[in-house]
Nanobody
Framework: QVQLVESGGGLVEPGGSLRLSCAGS????????LGWYRQAPGKQRELAAV???????IYADSVKGRFTVSRDKYGIAVYLQMNSLKPEDTAVYYC?????????WGKGTLVTVSS
């Protein structure tokens, strides 16, 4: 079973940047997908960016060119560099992992983009 802990959320002005981190434990055995989903107020959870073992790197259209997802070489940590942030990026960001066909989620970290 994988446990995921996010960090790096906070308040940022439009046009600013944030970097989210997710540390997983206890090991990376069998993890195929690792990345980030987000849920804005009043909306459903949606994929933001995921590194997939079968499909490569996947980005939501709304974040392409602004967000970069990366996975460490050991496969148990994932990062999300978010640039040129917009108010519509405001959401709770959840770390996600798929291990041996089972999905796991972190508790989420809040990102607020506002002036």
């Amino acid at each position: 079973q994988v446990q995921l802990v996010e960090s790096g959320g906070g308040l940022v002005e439009p046009g600013g940047s944030l970097r989210l981190s997710c540390a997983g434990s206890p090991n990376s055995f069998g993890i195929s997908d690792l990345g980030w989903y987000r849920q804005a107020p009043g909306k459903q959870r949606e994929l933001a960016a995921v590194v997939s073992g079968s499909s490569g790197t996947i980005y939501a259209d709304s974040v392409k060119g602004r967000f970069t997802v990366s996975r460490d070489k050991y496969g148990i940590a994932v990062y999300l560099q978010m640039n040129s942030l917009k108010p519509e990026d405001t959401a709770v960001y959840y770390c996600y992992a798929r291990q041996l066909g089972v999905d796991y989620w972190g508790k989420g970290t809040l990102v607020t983009v506002s002036s």
